[in-house]
């Protein structure tokens, strides 16, 4: 089951891959170019998509935060995903980890809302061992764990 799960991930990702376009930001609706400039005035770097029914955006803010949103045709963000400090990660999320990974550093710490579920995806790495990718819920539920 957990290979099918996993192949239907990775199949999902490509798919959505090969379709995206990169587009100017002249051809993104002004509706949606004005949501983004008002949201992310500091945004560096800006690479615009098409992905499906959706516009989305790859930007910078700051040295070393990747962020991209994705919006619907009427200019309201329906994902975004940033990367993100330990410190900011919810104590439901830090005591689950200590708990079940206590062994582990975290790497690639990324919070992604999707509307309205907020959750968190991370590698977690250990000397010796087996290291994790991993995604988990503001509560600290586990929803995906994969052997990395």
Do not use: C
Request: no cysteine.
């Amino acid at each position: 089951m957990k290979k099918q799960i996993l192949i239907l991930g990775v199949t999902i990702a490509i798919a959505s891959i090969v379709r995206a376009q990169d587009i100017p930001q002249s051809q993104v609706p002004s509706v949606i170019v004005n949501e983004f400039n008002k949201q992310f005035p500091k945004a560096t770097n800006v690479e615009w998509e098409m992905d499906g029914n959706f516009y989305n955006v790859d930007f910078e803010v700051g040295w070393d935060t990747d962020h991209a949103v994705w919006y619907n045709s009427e200019g309201k963000i329906v994902k975004h995903k940033e990367d993100i400090s330990k410190s900011e990660l919810p104590k439901a999320v830090n005591d689950r980890i200590r708990a079940d990974f206590s062994s582990h550093s975290i790497n690639d710490l990324e919070r992604i809302s999707d509307n309205g579920q907020i959750i968190y995806k991370m590698e977690l790495n250990a000397l010796t061992k087996p290291d994790w990718e991993i995604v988990i819920d503001s509560e600290g539920k586990i929803l995906s764990k994969i052997a990395d």
